[in-house]
């Protein structure tokens, strides 16, 4: 079992950047695949990033404008937002699955922060 907490959303303007922050705790958390989704309001979840020993990977709608690292040291893993822009607004969720590569197919599988708000003013 992990844990994960997210911080680091709010408020930004179009154009700006913001850095999501998952803290991850358990003992087995370094050997996990993480992630992060986001959710508009109604809608399913959406696959953003991952990365784990099996590689990254990225959703189109987000490649180039974020980025995903892991500090191994610390169990956190990050997400840096730049260039965001009015659609980005969404509740932002960091994942992790103790299979790799991250089963973005299989949410239901995944452990789950509690989200974080992230809002893109126009």
């Known amino acids: 079992q992990v844990q994960l907490v997210e911080s680091g959303g709010g408020l930004v303007e179009a154009g700006g950047s913001l850095r999501l922050s998952c803290a991850g705790s358990?003992?087995?958390?370094?050997?996990?695949?993480v992630g992060w989704f986001r959710q508009y309001p109604g809608q399913a979840r959406d696959f953003l990033a991952t990365?784990?020993?099996?590689?990254?990977k990225y959703a189109d709608s987000v490649r180039g404008r974020f980025i995903i690292s892991r500090d191994h040291a610390k169990n956190t893993v990050y997400l840096q937002m730049n260039n965001l822009k009015p659609e980005d607004t969404a509740v932002y969720y960091c994942?992790?699955?103790?299979?790799?590569?991250?089963?973005?197919?299989?949410?239901?599988?995944?452990?789950w922060g509690q989200g974080t708000q992230v809002t893109v003013s126009s």
């Open positions: 994942v992790a699955d103790n299979v790799s590569p991250l089963r973005t197919w299989q949410p239901d599988s995944l452990f």
């Open positions: 358990g003992r087995t958390f370094d050997s996990y695949a």
């Open positions: 990365t784990s020993w099996s590689g990254t």
